[in-house]
């Protein structure tokens, strides 16, 4: 049985930085990801990591200031977030899955989810 751990939200000033943790434990596909969903919104995945290769994908909402990256040694996949805007409010959602390149950011393609961490951005 899969599980998964998310840790590190938090509260933080626009501009700010933070990082969120997801520990995996029963893991047996081959990506994982990182999803969130602020208020009245749809679930949006915004960063996907191949386990296997490395290979990483950050969604153009968040670009050039997330990245995704994989311990493999500590089962655990951390989210890096920089330069927050209010807009980044939302509750951030670990995920782990199987599926092709062309899907990696459709929340059915992952088949366990953790129980999520709240980050928002405020002043």
């Known amino acids: 049985q899969v599980q998964l751990v998310e840790s590190g939200g938090g509260s933080v000033q626009p501009g700010g930085s933070l990082r969120v943790s997801c520990v995996a434990s029963g893991y047996s596909g081959n990506r994982m990801g990182w999803f969130r969903q602020a208020p009245g919104k749809e679930r949006e995945g915004i960063a996907v990591?191949?386990?296997?290769?490395?290979?990483?994908s950050i969604a153009d909402s968040v670009k050039g200031r997330f990245a995704i990256s994989l311990d493999k040694a500590k089962n655990t996949v951390y989210l890096q977030m920089n330069s927050l805007k209010p807009e980044d409010t939302a509750m951030y959602y670990c995920?782990?899955?199987?599926?092709?390149?062309?899907?990696?950011?459709?929340?059915?393609?992952?088949?366990?989810w953790g129980q999520g961490t709240q980050v928002t951005v405020s002043s």
């Open positions: 995920a782990a899955g199987d599926g092709p390149y062309i899907e990696r950011f459709h929340a059915a393609t992952y088949n366990a």
């Open positions: 990591i191949y386990t296997a290769s490395d290979i990483t």
